[in-house]
């Protein structure tokens, strides 16, 4: 029995870099990405088929400071994977966007999809109308502490070289009555996260089960970004002067994520940027 959904999968693509190392140039995969689809229209000669503006998804913090990244995409046929390069900038203007805030970490870069059909690659992306779940759906449907989620990337840039496969972590909710009193802007997953997971989606995952009195969510669904875990940090303090000297970091296990609201109006951003051009 599947939990998530098999396109979910093809949803996610590793973010990479290249840089030359004594004259050779190497890839190093730096984060986690996914492809989003904002719902624009029905087709109006086919209700059945709907129109879509499709994004890429990450950190904003994955794509500063550099100029150009690579995509992975595998193959529909059993072929090595693909890298496609996507730059960053045109004409010296940043063409990618992060959400105004400061303190939320999303940004989104257009993608023309008709570059990956026309090579044949494996590839979906969540749709905005039908796979995801924004704050107020979540509160709809008592989304809360104890729910479980997962979270899909390429820690440590644990990628194979021949095919490129999302590992999968579990975890729960930890908290999210602060997100739903607009207390804070994201919330928090008990799901261990490593560099490399950054800008991964976070799925909930369905129950068919649920307590009495509340309601039972038998769908997969988008629900939002990993943003970072929390570190927990310890202070050595010198005996002699009584001042800290050195701060130990550690992996909480405890991760932020932002919800799909902030990815939504991020786009929103975009897409009024590239209509004021």
Request: proline fraction near 5%; include cysteine.
């Amino acid at each position: 029995m599947a939990l998530i959904p098999p396109f979910f999968m093809d949803c996610v693509v590793a973010i990479g870099i290249e840089s030359n190392v004594n004259g050779k140039t190497e890839k190093h995969w730096i984060g986690t990405g996914f492809l989003f689809g904002k719902f624009i229209e029905v087709d109006k000669n086919n209700p059945d088929m709907k129109h879509y503006g499709t994004w890429l998804v990450t950190n904003k913090h994955v794509l500063e400071d550099q100029e150009s990244i690579i995509l992975r995409f595998n193959p529909k046929t059993d072929q090595a994977a693909k890298d496609f390069k996507s730059d960053l900038f045109e004409n010296k203007k940043q063409i990618w966007t992060g959400h105004p805030d400061k303190n939320v970490d999303v940004a989104v870069v257009k993608i023309v999809t008709k570059h990956l059909k026309d090579n044949r690659m494996k590839y979906s992306y969540f749709r905005s109308d039908d796979t995801v779940l924004d704050k107020k759906g979540m509160e709809k449907n008592e989304i809360s502490e104890g729910d479980h989620i997962y979270a899909l990337g390429f820690p440590m840039g644990l990628i194979n070289p021949l095919r490129q496969h999302v590992i999968v972590r579990s975890g729960i909710i930890a908290r999210i009555r602060d997100l739903y009193e607009n207390r804070s802007k994201d919330f928090i997953v008990d799901a261990m996260v490593f560099p490399g997971n950054s800008g991964g989606p976070v799925i909930l995952q369905p129950q068919s089960m649920s307590i009495t009195g509340t309601n039972a969510h038998t769908r997969a669904e988008l629900i939002g970004i990993v943003k970072s875990y929390i570190p927990f940090r310890e202070i050595a303090v010198s005996q002699q002067t009584l001042e800290p000297r050195i701060i130990f970091e550690e992996n909480s296990g405890l991760t932020l994520v932002e919800p799909v609201d902030h990815i939504l109006e991020t786009i929103e951003l975009a897409e009024k940027s590239v209509k004021k051009v």
